[in-house]
């Protein structure tokens, strides 16, 4: 073998969302394993260099520009949060370098830079909001953390809540990196509300704080869940089943779907890192962007991010979740949404599930809940 492909994996090991960006890394580095053993991608193994920004947008930011500049790594794979990708963005147009994004998050956003493979807001929040309204009802109370994903998350649920004839009856917010007295408002509200359901925005540590507390407090997700597109099979482990039971959550990919592919990824990732590991879908786009790369150094010879962004599009694969590509309109994904309803033994099970490929729309062009 000659040179090795150097691919950045910047994934946060520590801070406020360690729990799923360590998920991440753990499927990037299996999708890179898995390559390697495979004899590598164009005669060439694949080298991770990893960092860990400790889930802080400066660290990011700098940790970005050290790979770019100096470490001359043109392809990033990693982020979170939606602060550390715009964080993050400047850095990767500036130096020419292309990021990998695998994370759901708010829309709005087109860079020829970043590759989107989590989902946009019509596949994910306009499926989980027509699902809710029909099943529970249109009375929505909103808690998140507060950052830029939440904020805009909730404006757009208030969006579709308003199309439905519905109301939303509180917006409350807390700190990113919570104690357990910051739901308490959150908690007395619901209490005298009665909303329908409750759309979280909770992302990270205060993800089954929250769960915890509304539990402890006796509500009951039988009639009235919490709802959300954060909480994955990464934030349940760290929660009781009682806790979790009865809650909703919308997504591409959920680590019980029955098919090929998504089982064998699913042992796989649990045979490289734990029987009882966690699998979300937020580890299952990080596992197949990596490999939607490879595909693409394999066709141009190359990892120039020009030439990398230019093949992906149209080039489509069987990613866990189904066969998934780039939209060349949007350099988003093609994804498959579903909505997930937690069990007693904290896995989700299937309510609902697309029959196909949906088109990202970032722009929220198609303004229909049938979008």
């Known amino acids: 073998m000659t040179r090795s492909w150097r691919f950045g994996l910047l994934c946060s090991q520590t801070g406020v969302t360690a729990s799923v960006e360590n998920t991440q890394l753990n499927a990037s580095l299996l999708a890179i394993e898995q390559l390697n053993e495979a004899g590598g991608v164009a005669g060439r193994l694949i080298e991770p260099v990893i960092h860990d920004p400790a889930s802080n947008p400066r660290q990011f930011a700098a940790v970005a520009e050290r790979m770019l500049a100096r470490e001359q790594i043109r392809l990033i794979f990693g982020c979170y949060m939606s602060s550390t990708r715009k964080a993050l963005l400047p850095l990767v147009e500036a130096y020419r370098g292309l990021l990998f994004y695998p994370t759901l998050y708010e829309g709005f956003e087109y860079s020829r830079h970043c590759i989107y493979t989590g989902a946009a807001p019509n596949q994910n929040s306009m499926q989980l909001a027509s699902y809710l309204f029909a099943t529970y009802g249109k009375r929505l109370l909103l808690v998140g953390s507060n950052y830029i994903y939440p904020y805009e998350s909730n404006r757009i649920m208030t969006e579709l809540v308003h199309q439905a004839g519905g109301v939303v009856l509180d917006e409350i917010y807390v700190p990113l990196t919570p104690h357990r007295s910051d739901f308490d408002t959150a908690i007395t509200r619901i209490g005298r509300t009665r909303p329908d359901v409750i759309f979280s925005t909770v992302v990270g540590e205060g993800t089954a704080m929250f769960y915890e507390a509304y539990h402890k407090a006796g509500f009951d997700a039988a009639s009235m869940p919490i709802a959300s597109l954060t909480t994955s099979e990464a934030e349940v482990a760290e929660m009781s089943a009682g806790a979790a039971r009865g809650h909703i959550t919308a997504s591409p990919f959920f680590d019980i779907l029955p ?102 729309d970032p722009y929220r062009v198609t303004q229909t809940l049938d979008g």
């Open 259 to 360: 098919h090929r592919s998504a089982v064998d990824f699913v042992a796989s990732y649990r045979a490289r890192f734990g029987s009882a590991a966690p699998v979300p879908a937020a580890a299952e786009a990080a596992y197949f962007q990596v490999i939607l790369a490879a595909r693409a150094i394999a066709r141009v010879g190359s990892d120039d991010p020009a030439l990398i962004q230019a093949a992906l599009p149209d080039h489509e694969i069987e990613a866990p979740q189904g066969f998934v590509r780039i939209d060349r309109d949007n350099n988003h994904c093609f994804l498959w949404p579903r909505v997930g309803r937690l069990g007693g033994n904290g896995s989700f099970e299937i309510v609902w599930e697309s029959d196909g490929q949906v088109k990202p």
